[in-house]
């Protein structure tokens, strides 16, 4: 079966330049986690959705992010204008009804 | 608030040594608790969970035992392999939440 997969796994962007970060869950998962990971603050959760709603955006950093899941089966997370500090490993998850959580391989960003 | 704590890395053993990376928690009630593995380059993966007092998770020769009392999650194999030379965290769902909160991750580096 095939796992939560993201897009790209590696961006090299300028600073000011719009990032968007894509996200195929599990089929049949209903909730999705968007987590950042640096070496400062480690595993960051940004944003959880379930059945396709934000339920938690507490931890989106500022404005420059937003977060969308238009159906079941994808989500984006964009960063505009992104910034240097925004370097980082951006990983989404999945689950289902609160059972065990998947991984993504990552979107690594590099801002430059 | 809930939070874990692990032993700061980089740990270093050879090959056939024996593992322990200790975690500890805070939490109220009954969390779940878990050990993730990141291997060089790639995301997380699930090691093992335990979801209440005294349950012991066993998963590619490492186990660990969910201690109440000491509110401890300590992971532990017998004889590490130089394939296990990775990046492990601990984290927890509480009881009444759905996300995972992480540890900052332990670095195991196995030399042979």
């Known amino acids: 079966d095939a796992g939560v997969i993201q897009s790209p796994r590696h961006e090299v962007t300028e600073m000011g330049q719009e990032v968007t970060l894509r996200c195929k869950p599990i089929?049949?998962?209903?909730?999705l986690f968007w987590y950042r990971q640096t070496m400062m603050r480690g595993l960051e959760l940004l944003i959880y959705f379930n059945n396709n709603v934000p339920i938690d955006d507490s931890g989106m950093p500022e404005d420059r992010f937003s977060a969308k899941m238009p159906n079941a089966s994808f989500s984006t997370l964009k960063i505009q204008p992104s910034e240097p500090r925004d370097s980082a490993v951006y990983f989404c998850a999945s689950s289902f009804e609160g059972n065990t959580i998947y991984f993504g391989e990552g979107s690594w960003l590099t801002v430059v | 608030g809930n939070s874990v704590t692990q032993m700061e890395g980089p740990v270093t053993l050879s090959e056939e040594a024996f593992l322990t990376i200790n975690c500890t928690y805070t939490a109220t009630g009954y969390p779940s608790l878990f050990w993730y593995v990141q291997y060089p380059g790639e995301g997380l993966q699930l090691l093992l969970k335990a979801t209440k007092a005294d349950d012991k998770g066993s998963n590619k020769g490492f186990e660990a035992t969910y201690r109440k009392e000491t509110t401890s999650f300590h992971l532990e194999k017998g004889s590490v392999q130089v394939s296990d030379s990775a990046v492990y965290f601990c984290?927890?769902?509480?009881?009444?939440?759905?996300?995972?909160?992480f540890g900052k991750g332990t670095s195991l580096l196995v030399t042979p």
């Open positions: 984290a927890l769902i509480s009881n009444s939440g759905y996300a995972l909160n």
């Open positions: 089929s049949g998962h209903n909730s």
